[in-house]
């Protein structure tokens, strides 16, 4: 499944908008919610939706990849973790000028730790990208994930915590990750690729 950059999303989004009848608001996640709200510079195969995705929406998306060639696949998000209080802290995408679609997403960290628990490559580039023009604060991240998501998350909590390694010391350093992997008690063996 080929993936889409901004512009061709932006695009399909507003195809979308246009083929709405009425207002609808739609709770996206993932690679897309990265791209629309946060500027990730990465590409993504999909639209993870975590509500909203409705007769309307499919609509409306059917339409959108008629008119522009673009075919983004709508999914509903089923297997979505975001940390404790995630509802407290979601946003509205602006800046693309809908009328009808309103989108939802998570705040950027929360959005960072729901894309780390899976930690494939893929995930943590949109990470990454998120935080080099959103930069996000150390201390907020891992506080949230020790508070809100570590020992709760879904997962072998052992891979979890080294995923949330890996992200640390993409972001950070191999020092800081070093310091967490104390804190925590990770036995952790270095691979090729972390180098932690």
Same mark, same amino acid.
């Given at each position: 499944? !080929?993936?889409?950059?901004?512009?061709?999303?932006?695009?399909?989004?507003h195809?979308v908008?246009? &083929? /709405?009848?009425?207002?609808l608001?739609?709770?996206?996640?993932?690679? /897309? &919610?990265?791209? =629309?709200?946060?500027?990730a510079?990465?590409?993504?195969?999909?639209?993870?939706?975590?509500?909203?995705?409705?007769p309307? *929406? +499919?609509?409306?998306?059917?339409?959108?990849? #008629?008119?522009?060639g673009?075919?983004?696949?709508?999914?509903?998000?089923?297997?979505?973790? *975001? !940390?404790? $209080?995630? #509802?407290?802290?979601?946003?509205?995408?602006?800046?693309?000028?809908?009328?009808k679609?309103?989108?939802?997403v !998570?705040?950027?960290?929360? @959005? &960072?730790?729901?894309?780390?628990?899976?930690?494939? #490559?893929?995930?943590?580039? %949109?990470?990454e990208?998120?935080?080099?023009?959103h930069? /996000?604060?150390?201390?907020t *991240?891992?506080?949230?994930?020790?508070?809100e +998501?570590?020992?709760?998350? =879904?997962?072998?909590?052992? $891979?979890?915590? @080294? $995923?949330?390694?890996?992200?640390?010391e993409? *972001?950070?350093?191999? &020092?800081? %990750?070093?310091?967490?992997?104390a804190?925590?008690?990770?036995?952790y063996?270095?691979?090729?690729?972390?180098?932690?």
């Amino acid at each position: 499944m !080929p993936r889409l950059d901004r512009k061709q999303i932006v695009r399909f989004l507003h195809a979308v908008d246009a &083929a /709405l009848t009425e207002d609808l608001q739609v709770f996206v996640v993932g690679g /897309l &919610a990265a791209i =629309v709200k946060y500027n990730a510079a990465v590409k993504t195969a999909d639209m993870d939706v975590v509500s909203g995705r409705d007769p309307q *929406l +499919l609509r409306a998306a059917r339409v959108a990849s #008629e008119v522009t060639g673009v075919d983004l696949p709508i999914g509903h998000a089923t297997i979505t973790q *975001l !940390p404790w $209080n995630y #509802e407290d802290r979601l946003k509205t995408v602006s800046g693309l000028r809908l009328k009808k679609l309103i989108m939802i997403v !998570p705040d950027k960290y929360d @959005l &960072a730790l729901s894309k780390m628990i899976r930690g494939d #490559e893929h995930d943590l580039e %949109a990470i990454e990208s998120m935080h080099n023009r959103h930069p /996000l604060s150390e201390k907020t *991240l891992v506080t949230r994930f020790e508070k809100e +998501l570590r020992g709760i998350a =879904v997962g072998d909590p052992r $891979n979890i915590d @080294l $995923n949330m390694l890996q992200l640390v010391e993409v *972001l950070y350093g191999r &020092a800081r %990750a070093a310091v967490y992997r104390a804190r925590w008690g990770v036995a952790y063996i270095a691979s090729a690729s972390s180098g932690i």
